[in-house]
Nanobody, 125 residues
Framework: QVQLVESGGGLVQPGGSLRLSCAAS????????LGWFRQAPGKEREFVAT????????YYADSVKGRFTISRDNAKNTVYLQMNSLKPEDTAVYYC??????????????????WGQGTQVTVSS
């Protein structure tokens, strides 16, 4: 069992930046990948980005490519999502998730085993 705790959400103006963090409760060394999803009101939860823990390979949704960057800190068992050039359509609850299942890239909900509680990101002037 592993617990994932997100932080860093908030209110930001269009064009601004935020960095989300996701801390794992135990070593994620054996984790295959960690990812970020988001869910806007009335919409399905959608894939944002994922990082393969051992190789540092990354994969992004087209909607965030070039604006968002996923990274990880092994020593802190933490994964980050740096979000730049934010748009109102990026407004959503952002969720961190972890998977031990192989298969690259993991980009649907069923690919992941554990989820955090989510952190709200609101992009508005």
């Amino acid at each position: 069992q592993v617990q994932l705790v997100e932080s860093g959400g908030g209110l930001v103006q269009p064009g601004g930046s935020l960095r989300l963090s996701c801390a794992a409760s135990r070593s994620t060394f054996s984790t295959y990948a960690l990812g970020w999803f988001r869910q806007a009101p009335g919409k399905e939860r959608e894939f944002v980005a994922t990082i393969r823990w051992r190789t540092n390979s990354t994969y992004y949704a087209d909607s965030v490519k070039g604006r968002f960057t996923i990274s990880r800190d092994n020593a802190k068992n933490t994964v980050y999502l740096q979000m730049n050039s934010l748009k109102p359509e990026d407004t959503a609850v952002y969720y961190c998730a972890a998977t031990w299942k192989s298969g690259w890239p993991p980009r649907v909900r069923l690919d992941y085993d554990y989820w955090g509680q989510g952190t709200q990101v609101t992009v508005s002037s």
